[in-house]
């Protein structure tokens, strides 16, 4: 298996680093070698935030060179032109616009959302999805993150 290069990013306080660590999560329990990092900026007040997740067999290093990227995923639509260069030629790009935000029972779910429409490219099994969700998010924000989730995979 190839090694797939994903980079999350958005604005602190949009879920960027809750997302990827659900990816990341669902990546090992498939038994992926995974590699995450993360640049927080500004998150604090509300600047630029980015995640990148990196698994496969075999994953040397955690930094995805510059377009090489095999999805993109923003969480706000200011950050697509911030970001375009991470994503390789022919690679996915994913946008809030993507997602029918009147579904969301929550709109801090958006993340979610958008990581349910990226796993319709990915080969891991619901079963995968639901129990990293479960184990990286409070019992409490279950429900509406499921919810949310399976939203995304519907807006493919």
Same mark, same amino acid.
Do not use: C
């Given at each position: 298996m190839k090694t797939v290069n994903i980079t999350f990013a958005g604005?602190?306080?949009?879920? #960027?680093?809750?997302?990827?660590? +659900?990816?990341?999560?669902?990546?090992?329990?498939?038994?992926? /070698?995974?590699?995450?990092?993360e640049v927080?900026?500004?998150?604090?007040?509300?600047?630029?935030?980015?995640?990148? #997740?990196?698994?496969?067999?075999? +994953?040397?290093?955690p930094m995805i060179p510059a377009g090489e990227? /095999?999805?993109?995923?923003?969480?706000?639509a200011a950050q697509v032109d911030?970001?375009?260069?991470?994503?390789?030629s022919g690679g996915v790009l994913i946008t809030?616009?993507?997602?029918?935000?009147?579904?969301?029972?929550?709109?801090k779910a958006l993340n979610i959302a958008l990581l349910g429409l990226l796993s319709t490219y990915l080969d891991f099994l619901g079963e995968t999805w639901k129990a990293a969700l479960a184990g990286e998010l409070p019992a409490k924000l279950h429900e509406v993150n499921f919810a949310a989730f399976?939203?995304?995979?519907?807006?493919?």
């Open positions: 604005l602190g306080g949009q879920g #960027v680093l809750t997302a990827t660590d +659900v990816l990341a999560a669902a990546a090992f329990s498939a038994g992926l /070698d995974v590699k995450k990092s927080h900026g500004m998150s604090q007040r509300g600047g630029s935030v980015s995640s990148e #997740v990196r698994y496969g067999e075999k +994953v040397a290093s990227s /095999d999805f993109l995923v923003v969480t706000d911030v970001n375009r260069g991470k994503l390789k809030p616009e993507m997602i029918d935000i009147a579904g969301l029972g929550n709109k399976e939203l995304g995979k519907r807006s493919r």
